[in-house]
């Protein structure tokens, strides 16, 4: 247990139980909250800080929120992507993902000191080579100037993707793309002082594709991966 609080400083004691189950023990959560405690092994966290990252007053064109009502039952159903930024020695840069609803997986990111359109561009085009895309796909994002920039809206049409976007000024409408960047920055991002991009970039981008996705549990996936979950085909 000592171990495991170690490698995932910001699991709880739900997320330790499953870990020490996955691994062969026969124990309880109560069990786990008491050794925990008496450990001192509680779980970490910090405090948030913001920049603002879209900008949703332009008079471009804006989808309508298509994610409301929708029960996500399958992979590449609904795609969600964001932007946030990360703090380097001396700078921010900003980070675009695309991850798939139902497994929560990220299957697309860029990195880069611009947050222009390209930035959320090159995280879109990467999903785009990684997944199929079946009909009735839905894309879901904010307002913000990159979403609907025209080379951005012509790209998803051009691969018969539906556009949708939260209200404005509602980042709640956007939930799994926020708890992902709450996980990054709490787990990794935060426990590390960055100098360079190119620094940030590998460190990043091994923990969203070789942690993150392949090994991190999510209680909305009944504590399993992102891979994991796919790999199951659980519905």
């Not at 910090?46 to 990252?53: A, F, G, M, N």
């Not at 012509?154 to 409408?173: C, D, F, Q, V």
Request: hydrophobic share 40%.
């Amino acid at each position: 247990m000592e171990k495991l609080a170690l490698e995932w400083p910001f699991y709880g004691s739900r997320r330790i139980t499953a870990e020490l189950r996955a691994q062969g023990w026969a124990i309880n959560r109560k069990r786990v909250q008491r050794i925990m405690r008496e450990g001192n092994l509680l779980c970490l966290s910090r405090p948030s800080s913001w920049l603002v990252t879209t900008d949703s007053n332009h008079t471009m064109g804006v989808f309508p929120n298509l994610s409301l009502d929708l029960e996500v039952s399958r992979l590449n159903q609904l795609w969600v992507a964001d932007i946030t930024y990360i703090r380097l020695q001396e700078e921010f840069v900003f980070l675009a993902a695309v991850l798939d609803a139902f497994s929560r997986r990220v299957i697309g990111w860029e990195l880069d000191r611009s947050m222009e359109a390209r930035l959320c561009l090159a995280a879109l085009e990467q999903a785009l080579k990684r997944r199929s895309i079946p009909p009735g796909l839905i894309h879901h994002s904010d307002r913000g100037v990159q979403y609907c920039s025209k080379e951005y809206v012509e790209t998803l049409e051009r691969h018969g993707i539906r556009g949708s976007m939260s209200a404005k000024g509602n980042p709640y409408h956007n939930a799994r793309a926020e708890r992902f960047w709450r996980t990054l920055k709490q787990e990794q991002v935060y426990r590390e002082d960055y100098q360079t991009l190119q620094q940030a970039r590998s460190d990043i981008g091994h923990f969203i594709e070789r942690v993150y996705n392949q090994r991190r549990l999510h209680s909305a996936l009944g504590y399993r991966s992102p891979a994991d979950f796919e790999v199951a085909g659980v519905e």
